[in-house]
Each structure stands twice: as C-alpha cells, then as structure tokens.
C-alpha cells in the first residue's frame, strides 16, 4: 500500500517543523508496512511576495487526487493575516469540504499545565469545530467609506448540512470516548444562527440516546476550560466558537506547540489536511528551535484517518513517551534549550 | 444632591445581591454627603411566567429619567435564554445607546488564581467591550426549516458610531492608565466587520499618539489571558469578543463572584447601567451564599460614573481590604463559608 500525501509547508516555522517531521513519517510508515509518497509544493508568503498570490490557479485541482494533505503553518509579518489566510488554509479547507476540524487538547505527563492543581493525565478532551461555514464564511460588505453613517456587515450562515455533518461526527465521537457531549454556542444572544445550530443538537442527540449532553454558552466554556477542564470529553462548536475554545485548550495543556488538528473531509470523496494549531511564528523561525510535536501529532492523526491505526499509535505513544521522561530534549516553549532537529532525533529513537 | 437609582434585581441571586448590597450603597452616599433615592422594580422571569413578558411596555420610558440603573442578574432555569436576555438586559443596552460596556479584572491581594505563579496584585486590565451591536445585533432568519437545504443567517453590524464610541473610550482609559491599548479582532477570517474595526482603531489611533496599540486575534487573546494576563492594560474589542475575554479575565482573576460592570452611555442623555458580570445562578438561589462583592463593586463603578469618586473609592477599597484580611468573612466561592449578609455586615464596618 502507498499513500500519496502533499506536504504544504507554507511559512516560517511552519516549513521547520514539516520539513523536520519528514524521516519520522517514514520511519512509522516502513514500520507497519506500508509506504508513503510525498510532494512538497512551496506555496505561501515567499509566492505572494513574488507572484502575487499564495498557491497557483491550479492549485485545488493540483491537491484533490492526493490521499491527505499536510500543512505547516501560514502568515507573514509584511502581508495582512486576512490575505494570507484566504489565500491558503481557508480556501483548502472550503474547496475539499473538510467540514469536520478535530482537535484534541491532552496534558501529557511530564508537561506543566499553567493552572494550578493540573498535573500530567488531567487533562484530555476533544473539540469538534465545524470547519467550513458559520462566522468565517466570505459574507459581508462595507459602504459610506468614510461618513458618518459608515457601516460593515458581516454575515455567518449555519446550513443544516453542515451543521449535521459536526454534530454527528462529534456525537460519534462521543460513542467512542466517555459519552459526554458538550455543546457550546451562544444562543441568548444570538437568536437565529445559535438557535438553530441548538435545534440541530438536540435531533441528533435522539439518534445517540446513550451520550450525555450539555449545553454552555461560549464565554461560560471559555471560563470552564480554565476553572474545571478535567470535566470535559467531547466538545462541539461553531467555527469561531471551536477556534477560540481549542486555542484555551492549547494553552491550558500547556503549550500551543503541542497542539494537533485534522481537517476531516468526512464523505472521503476530497482530501483531508492534518496541521499543528499553532502559526508560523515569525519571530522564531530560523533559530532551529520551533516545537515539532504538533506536527508529529498531526501525522498521527493523519495515519488514523487513513486506518493505519497502528503507525498513527507509535507516533502518538513516541510523543508521550519523550514528555514523560524528564531527561529527553525539549524545545524551549517547553521549559527545555533543545532544538527541533534533536527532538525529532530522540523520537526517532523511541519508534 | 440627590441622585435617582433605579434598581433591578431581577432573577435568582441578582435579587440577593442587590438587596444585600443596599445599606452599602446608602452608607457610602451618606459619608459622603450626598443623598441617593432608590426605586426597585420586579421585574424578570417571574413577572415573564405570570404576565408573559419580562418588563411592562413603559419599562424604558420609566427608566429614562433615572441618573442610573442598578441591575442584578436576569436568566431562569425554565425560559430559554434568549427571550429572558432579549427580554430585559439587551433591549435596555440598546434603548439607552449604552455603547460602551467597562469591565475591569484585577486580582486583588487575598484572592488565589487558578493560574501558577499569580498572586495578589499581579492583573489589573480592564475590557472595554462594544455594548449595542457587533456579533449581537438583531438580524438574521432561519429558511427552509426541516429541509435538506434548510439555513440559518446571523448577521454583524460594525456601525462608524458604534465603533469610533467604544475605541475612542478605550484610547481615553488608556491614557488614564499604563498608556498601553490591545485591540482584539479576527481580521484573518472576517474579512468585513473586523478588517473595518481595524480601520478605526488606526484612525482614532492618530488622535493618542502617547498610546501604543497591540493587535491580536481573538484566539490568542484567549489564550494570553491565561498565559501572560499580567500583561494587559486596556483590551477593546467587540461585543461578542469582549463577552468572551471578560469571562477568561474574571476566572483568572479568581472568581466570577467579583466581576463588576458598567453599561455606559457615553453622551449622558440617557442613564448607564451597572451589573456584576455573573448570572442568576439557579444552583445557590436561596441558600444566602451568593458573593456580593461584585455588586458592591459596581456601586463603586456607578458612584464613580456619577463623579463621585469618593464614595467610589471608598467602596473599592473596602473589599479591596477586606480580601486582603484572612480573617474577614467569604463567600463559598471564594473558599470561604460564610454567607452574603456576613460579608456585607463586615464591608459596613470598614467603611
Ligand atoms: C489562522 C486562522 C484563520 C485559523 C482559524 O481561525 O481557523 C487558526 O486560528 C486556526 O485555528 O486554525
Ligand atoms: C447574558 C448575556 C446575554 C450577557 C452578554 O453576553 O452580554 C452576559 O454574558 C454578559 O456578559 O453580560
């Protein structure tokens, strides 16, 4: 078996940690019996500096064939956020319909949780973020530049398909895992899109009589993350609402370079595309010392997604493994001096 | 001078709190020699499962002459959120043109962080939070319900007013304090209503030129208020933003129980609202354990609003002391066992 995957480094640390994840994919697939073949494509920042834009007209056509996608990270201190992410990371997940972003939020042993009372093993929930439409779709306007009366709309569109597609992924998750679901939305004051999003959770809750639902709004899920995120198991939320709420995660498992994701096309007919959470870090790239676990943890969840249950485990155990021993490198975001080139090193030697 | 308060407890432990935090309220005008003339109403979710409706038809016409409002809390276990919110807390928001919502954090001596390595004094920021429209305004629809292609639209509206109000708020409080401004949005993926909030924090930027501006992406302010909260002084954001990060900055800055708030009407043609950020509470209604600080916090807020700085400063500083007294009485969230009237009796006898 050989599985095609297009490597996406895109910018800053973003390459590091792609580039430096490169042997441990190998090495996992040549372990299981499989094989992998991979292709580099350099878009991002450098291509727009140069060409004026991130990826090639082609590009979507160029991706669609491959089995998965792995992405490093995109942005760039000289081009506005909003141009580099429309450009690359949004457009791919909206073209290959990869409605379902899955993110895992694990205190590892070994690692230090900035709350208080948190020890390694404390900490272990999901989120399921729907990927492709609510707050980020590309609807809105602005008029009267200028004047007084100057106004700008932005509009968040909830479909029942989308909706649907992650809420059912995350009650199947729940199946799975403890059979808690927590839904989190902010329907007292946002009476249409979150009142729907809400009707649609409770339908499909019927279907999985055995899991347990909660429902909090956004601001109280935030606070809980911090004040009792042992209590939680599967989480679901819009597209903001799951990007702000996997970022506290990120942070209170304590450290966002520890920070996997999948971007799950959940139908099979497109490519998915496996990232760290983290960006490209401008201010640290070229020093050698970007974290690579979030992208060796994207690697496994990119394994698991394609049944190489087996590959996805060593790589995961292979990370758990070297944060628990307190003599193994550590990048410094970490509380460690070592670089990523000697991380990927000890793990390599854990497999 | 006589000032004209409009009292609103209005659900659960809203009504506790404000009732309890009566005497407090009386003491310190008295001190100061002023003179202050309540007026409650009882209105909320009772008034709503009897009449039909959380407020009369005149509520705002009755509340417009008043010199402020003080309001407890509004929600009830059985009426969905949106119609209690919608019902009395929002409209009167918008009705007063109550654009600018203050939310200071500070972990006061005395008080533990669930965040390592805080103590007592190391956050003070304050949120100036967009009060009247953002992410919260009132349009959108739900089509095609049941359908396959059934849809939901939330609409934000970012008006020139309602912006330039809250970020030239924000620029004021800066210069007041540490002279340092975060600007919270999302630009990346809401390439209307952010990318135009961008627009005017530059512009108004010009007119304080001794300020210096940070920006950051929602996301990761989230997550910086756990990592590095002590670094924040002024934070501006959007309604639905700042709901979120004044929840993070109330948790870690100990508890809920202390958040104060104020709605301000920045013209001064119609009364500001002051409330503690916390809900009604359901679960510890009626057991006389509600915290009081954050309403007695808001009276300081309100006395302050009015230009008596004073009787504000007397206020504050009274818990300010007595979180600092190991000795003084607390409530169950703050660790403590004793209840809202104990706390108050002992606020009485510092001031
Ligand atoms: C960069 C940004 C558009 C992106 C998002 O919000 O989706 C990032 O924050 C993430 O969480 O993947
Ligand atoms: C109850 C809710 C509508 C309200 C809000 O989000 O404004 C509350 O969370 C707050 O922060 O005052």
């Known amino acids: 078996m050989t599985y095609e995957i297009a490597l996406l480094p895109g910018d800053g640390i973003g390459v590091e940690v792609v580039d430096a994840t490169l042997p441990l994919l190998e090495a996992a697939a040549d372990r299981h019996g499989f094989s992998v073949e991979t292709t580099r494509y350099g878009w991002g920042s450098e291509r727009y500096l140069e060409e004026g834009s991130m990826m090639p007209d082609d590009a979507i056509e160029t991706l669609e064939p ?41 205190l590892f042993e070994g690692v230090e949780s900035p709350l ?6 404390d900490i272990d929930f999901v989120v399921y973020r729907e990927n492709t439409e609510g707050e980020y779709a590309d609807i809105g306007g602005h008029e009267h530049r200028g004047y007084g009366h100057e106004v700008a709309v932005q509009t968040a569109i909830y479909t029942r398909a989308g909706t649907e597609a992650i809420v059912r992924a995350a009650f199947e998750e729940a199946t799975e895992r403890d059979g808690h679901l927590t839904n989190v939305t902010k329907s007292n004051a946002q009476a249409y899109g979150m009142v729907f999003w809400d009707q ?26 911090v ?25 209170v498992s304590g450290s966002m370079g520890l920070a ?6 959940v139908e099979g007919h497109s490519p998915s595309m496996f990232e760290p959470v983290h960006g490209s870090a401008p201010d640290i790239t070229g020093q050698g010392v970007a974290n690579p676990l979030a992208t060796v943890l994207s690697v496994s969840m990119l394994y698991d997604h394609l049944g190489e249950e087996a590959a996805a485990a060593d790589l995961w155990d292979a990370v758990a493994e070297q944060l628990a021993d307190g003599d193994a490198p550590r990048t410094p ?19």
């Open 200 to 225: 649609v959770v409770e339908e499909v809750a019927e279907e999985y009589p055995e899991v347990e639902v909660d429902r909090l709004l956004v601001d109280a899920a935030s606070m809980d993350l």
């Open 333 to 351: 975001d970490l509380g460690g001096e070592s670089g990523t080139t000697a991380v990927v090193d000890d793990l390599r030697s854990r497999l």
């Open 66 to 106: 491959y089995d998965a996608i792995l992405l490093g990270a995109v942005g760039h201190p000289d081009i506005p956020d909003h141009l580099t992410l429309r450009g690359m990371m949004l457009p791919i997940r909206k073209a290959f319909d990869q409605q379902v972003c899955k993110r895992p939020s694990v």
């Open 116 to 121: 208080r009372g948190y020890e390694g093993g």
């Open 260 to 265: 996997p994701s999948a971007n799950i096309n």
């Open 227 to 251: 004040r009792r995120p042992d209590e939680f198991d599967v989480i679901v939320a819009s597209n903001l609402f799951g990007d702000i709420l996997t970022d506290i995660g990120a942070i």
